[in-house]
């Protein structure tokens, strides 16, 4: 897995094939390994690329908070060290607020973007389920968080396991299970549920969440794709009444359902994903050669 130098550490990632850059960001507490049934079924002239988020998969871990200013900014020096431009974002959780994000503070350089099971407002509790709105305060509170995350390692032993309607086999699980071997390593998984954007707080991510959906909303040029998919509101954060909101807040948006699946969609429905993905990039001309840019940092 090739990796490349970003600030003060590294970031690895996949490539597969040549063309158009895709770029596919993960979120929490996966990495570029959720997208490797993904990717091959995009086929055509695209340059699929998947980064590992700083601090997880293979990436390098530095003394950072992690939180989603950190990863934003090891994220701007990665597409500068890559010499990306021109690029379609694909982004799955936290991954699909990055990706929106770095569509909304580079409007220039984003040929389309296709998300699932994301952030794409900020929220309230009523947005929860109510057996949901216990474990997110116990994972958001001082030492409660660290003993469920650090200590129990939550989302690798018992979170990732639940997300999967397929299940998730013993080798796959053991792929996400390797970079998190010990309580420090384990840092990144907690900093996630603490920056999910609920009753005004962390300000810093409501503020960058209320600037991206501005930009969603004005941005009609740029088609934008939503993958829905069918289950419960216990195992979905996108359900029928977040895609309502999501087609009438953000312009140039498609929205496909692709079957059944819990919220690690690209562990269930790899295929479907892939097969929405491609013929929606076709609709759109966003496949083809464009070249990277040799940029500097």
Not at 30 to 53: F, H, K, M, Q
Not at 59 to 67: H, L, N, Q, V
């Given at each position: 897995m090739p990796e490349i130098s970003v600030l003060d550490s590294t970031i690895s990632y996949v490539e597969l094939g040549h063309g158009a850059p895709f770029v596919f960001l993960h979120g929490n507490p996966?990495?570029?390994?959720?997208?490797?049934?993904?990717?091959?079924?995009?086929?055509?002239?695209?340059?699929?690329?998947?980064?590992?988020?700083i601090g997880m998969?293979?990436?390098?871990?530095?003394?950072?908070?992690?939180?989603?200013?950190?990863?934003?900014?090891?994220?701007d020096a990665w597409f500068e060290a890559m010499g990306l431009d021109e690029v379609v974002l694909v982004g799955h959780d936290w991954g699909g607020a990055l990706a929106f994000d770095w569509a909304a503070r580079h409007p220039g350089r984003v040929r389309g973007l296709a998300v699932m099971e994301t952030i794409v407002r900020p929220m309230t509790w009523a947005d929860f389920p109510d057996s949901a709105r216990p474990r997110y305060e116990t994972l958001r509170g001082a030492g409660t968080g660290e003993t469920k995350v650090l200590d129990e390692n939550f989302f690798i032993e018992f979170a990732l396991r639940a997300t999967v309607l397929k299940g998730l086999g013993d080798d796959d699980l053991d792929v996400y299970r390797k970079p998190y071997p010990t309580r420090e390593s384990r840092r990144p998984l907690l900093a996630w549920p603490r920056a999910m954007p609920i009753e005004g707080e962390p300000a810093d991510v409501i503020a960058r969440i209320e600037a991206y959906d501005r930009w969603l909303a004005g941005s009609g040029e740029v088609p934008k794709l939503l993958l829905t998919f069918d289950g419960?509101?216990?195992?979905?954060?996108?359900?029928?009444?977040?895609?309502?909101?999501?087609?009438?807040?953000?312009?140039?948006?498609?929205?496909?359902?692709?079957?059944?699946?819990?919220?690690?969609a690209p562990e269930d429905r790899p295929e479907a994903i892939a097969t929405a993905i491609s013929s929606w990039a076709d609709r759109h001309g966003l496949r083809g050669s464009v070249p990277a840019l040799a940029r500097t940092a």
């Open positions: 996966t990495s570029s390994y959720l997208w490797r049934n993904v990717l091959p079924g995009i086929g055509g002239e695209v340059r699929c690329l998947a980064p590992d988020l998969g293979s990436s390098g871990k530095p003394d950072i908070a992690y939180t989603f200013a950190d990863h934003a900014r090891y994220l419960s509101a216990e195992t979905l954060m996108i359900g029928a009444e977040m895609a309502d909101w999501c087609a009438q807040n953000i312009a140039g948006l498609e929205i496909e359902n692709c079957g059944p699946a819990r919220h690690a």
